[in-house]
């Protein structure tokens, strides 16, 4: 099998200051403003997301993800996870937040994949990008409605 590695990026604007946005980055908080959102934390010395927090999410009736916060740099809004669903992906997610005019936040997000085994590479390669955009669509009308509103929007079925 050959592997492949892919990265998608997304650039999000969202409606508050990083100091405000970058708390919500954070497994935690995340069930705050996310619909749909659930995980088990594993390991973090202060209850939330931190260096070398390990945390797991339900991955669709197969084995959990496991998360791993490899980078945490509260004082320059920067994170990056390692998240590895067994047999199928291993994910990088880096996430680095900087201000933007009107009290906004430029949220610039990258996501490097690679697959596990050949049917996971065809989805990366062929399918991925675009189901990559949505989530990141939605991602941003969420937490932008929990930043005007401390609310989470729920999706409609």
């Known amino acids: 099998m050959k592997t492949i590695q892919k990265t998608f990026t997304y650039k999000q604007i969202n409606d508050g200051a990083p100091k405000e946005v970058f708390p919500l980055l954070c497994p935690v908080r995340e069930k705050d403003w996310l619909d749909g959102w659930d995980y088990k934390m594993i390991y973090s010395k202060s209850g939330l997301v931190e260096k070398d927090c390990v945390f797991l999410t339900p ?6 993800t496991i998360w791993y916060v490899s980078q945490y ?42 697959g596990l085994n050949e049917e996971q590479n065809n989805f990366i390669e062929s399918e991925l990008e675009e189901q990559f955009i949505e989530n990141m669509k939605w991602w941003e009308k969420a937490i932008n409605h929990y930043l005007k509103t401390d609310e989470k929007l729920f999706k409609k079925e």
């Open 59 to 64: 991955h669709h009736g197969k084995a959990d």
């Open 73 to 114: 740099d509260p004082k320059n809004f920067t994170v990056e996870f390692i998240r590895v669903t067994p047999n199928e992906s291993v994910v990088k997610i880096s996430i680095s937040l900087s201000p933007a005019d009107g009290n906004k936040t430029e949220a610039n997000i990258s996501y490097q994949y690679t």
